[in-house]
């Protein structure tokens, strides 16, 4: 399960996080599945309990990775501007945040999505997919190169996370 757990954050982080990184959270994570009441009991400032919509593991995973690799918001307009921000500026994007204020999200989604998937072409460009249950906020998502696609939707299955193309899912929805 380690192994898994550490080729899903490595490819869900986009290279944005360090092998020592993904590397303890893929360990603590496989401890708290393995044996949740033992990792609770050995971690007491863990805040969590029988009600979360999540196992332990999977909990740890999604409150472990940094705010450059997963985009909480309530909106299209706020995650864009997360994601915006994690890349920096030097970075130009050919939409700004604010234009996604008065759209219908389906098509704020989409906008978002085309402009992701023109960037790093030589990686499939970015795919921005909905990770796990959102805790705090409407959308908790992670940016996938389009290349690495297909094996994290199968790493998820295999470790019980879910993580689905956020436009897809938005579509389907509708």
Do not use: H
């Amino acid at each position: 399960m380690k192994a898994s757990l550490i080729e899903f954050i490595s490819k869900i982080s986009s290279g944005c996080m360090s092998d020592e990184e993904i590397e303890q959270i893929a360990d603590e994570a496989a401890q708290a599945y393995s044996a949740p009441a033992i990792f609770l009991t050995a971690n007491p400032d863990i805040n969590y309990d029988d009600s979360f919509p999540i196992p332990l593991g999977e909990w740890v995973v999604v409150g472990s990775l940094p705010e450059t690799v997963m985009f909480q918001a309530d909106s299209y307009m706020d995650l864009f501007a997360e994601i915006t921000a994690s890349f920096g500026p030097q970075v130009t994007f050919n939409i700004k945040a604010r234009q996604l204020a008065k759209v219908e999200p389906l098509i704020a989604l989409n906008r978002i999505q085309i402009q992701l998937a023109s960037m790093n072409k030589e990686m499939g460009g970015y795919v921005l997919m909905n990770l796990s249950e959102p805790m705090d906020d409407e959308l908790q998502t992670v940016l996938v190169y389009g290349n690495d696609q297909q094996r994290v939707m199968e790493l998820g299955v295999e470790l019980g996370i879910l993580i689905e193309p956020a436009l897809q899912a938005l579509k389907a929805q509708s």
